[in-house]
């Protein structure tokens, strides 16, 4: 968990002082001034300064690229708004991050930075970044990726006639396709003179991506209203199955550096390039694994059973088992699994992987017919009885995995940001700095201003 948390803050810059390099962290002594009012929240000033010097540091060397500092504060704030927002929604749905979940994530980070705890937080307090900053933006992050998941569960599924035709488009074609957009939102049941106003900002956008007079991704952080936007635009590698029915066919007749648009889509316009062509196919020969049929027994340790308790009670059942008793009547008149014993501590089939690696290291260790040494795991202390062992080609399963995730992860993104910016518009805003000053905003900003000169 830590580690796939750790590549998520890396990916979001409001946060990006959390993550290596730590240097990028240096700030000024945050202000105590209010930049924005988030419904019953805030975002300080403070935050607002220390997001802008991570993007700023972010784009080292291609600081071109940028906008304005009034237009990129504005993209920053935004996004500080949407984490505020999305906090405070997974806290309403009964979402909690406890301290003992929050310690191992940042033990995690800590580690990938090649540091103890206490020497991040030396390295913080040496950038000007206070270490309860530090576990807040933390916290933060793992709430907001918590309400994403249960948002995936309760809104996405992915059938399996989806998952056949993505695999059928596969076939005939294998390549990946490296994007980027732009997107120019708008609102919800948008009136004739906002549908006009967005058509005038993203053909102005078009206009000077056309003449060379700012490249996609710099267009994209000035005046793109996807969440996104900070990061050029970019949407990374995607297969067929992870594009819209929409766009994929307009997709496949692209060029490598070729933009499009504007198109007409559920958010807004949206101005598409495509980056470069990859082949993808690189999966067709079977993939062979290692697979076991096995039995197992757990004696749990909690606070009704201690280590040594459970400890004991394992070395009798083993010593049992060994001295001619029944594994399968044993595991269910004794095994404290719940889901097992019933059926005499029975796993069915699977790789040595499939529930950890300690329990991966005891069944590979044994021979068919063969019950291991008691061993520890978080849950308890375990004997496994290995029955059977063969070899199964998983490359087609793998496949429709894959697919599937990938379709569930386009749908994901799709439903996501539509989410996003119904809460966005939804929310009671009121900004305390920049160019909207006290501007109150119960609703996101849709198109602005056509843009002129990139320079302005």
Not at 186 to 205: F, H, M, N, R
Not at 255 to 283: C, M, N, T, W
Not at 290 to 302: F, K, M, P, Q, S
Not at 430 to 451: C, I, L, M, Q, Y
């Amino acid at each position: 968990m830590t580690k796939s948390l750790s590549v998520l803050l890396a990916s979001l810059l409001v946060v990006a002082s959390t993550v290596s390099p730590l240097a990028s962290a240096q700030q000024t002594q945050p202000l105590d001034r209010i930049a924005a009012i988030v419904d019953e929240d805030v975002v300080l000033q403070s935050e607002l300064d220390r997001a802008m010097h991570n993007v700023k540091a972010q784009y080292a060397g291609r600081e071109n690229q940028l906008p304005p500092d009034n237009v990129l504060q504005r993209q920053v704030l935004e996004r500080l708004i949407l984490v505020k927002l999305q906090v405070g929604r997974a806290e309403g749905s009964g979402i909690r991050v406890g301290d003992e979940e929050l310690n191992r994530a940042i033990a995690g980070i800590a580690q990938q930075n090649g540091t103890s705890v206490d020497g991040l937080r030396q390295k913080l307090a040496a950038d000007g970044m206070s270490y309860d900053d530090f576990r807040n933006s933390v916290r933060d992050e793992i709430t907001v990726q918590r309400l994403r998941q249960s948002f995936a569960q309760s809104r996405v599924s992915v059938s399996e006639g989806e998952v056949d035709t993505a695999l059928a488009q596969q076939s005939s074609s294998g390549a990946q396709y490296h994007l980027a957009h732009i997107l120019i939102g708008l609102p919800d049941g948008a009136t004739a003179e906002q549908i006009a106003t967005g058509q005038q900002k993203v053909d102005g956008v078009k206009n000077l991506i056309d003449k060379g007079e700012l490249d996609f991704s710099a267009a994209a952080v000035r005046y793109s209203d996807s969440p996104n936007a900070l990061e050029g635009g970019d949407l990374g590698w995607r297969s067929l199955d992870e594009i819209p029915n929409a766009f994929a066919q307009l997709i496949r007749d692209m060029q490598p550096g070729q933009v499009v648009g504007p198109l007409r889509g559920p958010s807004g316009f949206q101005l598409l390039k495509l980056v470069e062509i990859r082949d993808g196919s690189a999966g067709g020969e079977q993939k062979m694994v290692t697979e076991y049929h096995a039995r197992h027994i757990l004696i749990r340790v909690n606070e009704n059973q201690s280590d040594a308790a459970a400890k004991a009670k394992i070395d009798t059942l083993r010593a049992r088992i060994v001295g001619g008793a029944d594994f399968q009547a044993t595991a269910k008149e004794s095994s404290e699994d719940a889901n097992s014993r019933g059926q005499g501590g029975d796993l069915g089939w699977f790789p040595a992987d499939a529930f950890g690696p300690d329990f991966g290291r005891q069944v590979e260790g044994i021979d068919d017919g063969g019950v291991s040494e008691p061993f520890r795991t978080e849950a308890g202390w375990h004997i496994i009885q290995r029955v059977a062992t063969r070899q199964t080609d998983v490359s087609s399963e793998n496949q429709r995995a894959q697919v599937r995730e990938t379709i569930g992860r386009r749908k994901l993104e799709e439903e996501y940001n539509r989410f996003l910016q119904e809460m966005r518009g939804e929310a009671y805003v009121s900004f305390r700095t920049g160019d909207r000053t006290d501007e109150n905003a119960t609703a996101a900003p849709a198109a602005a201003e056509a843009p002129k000169d990139p320079q302005n």
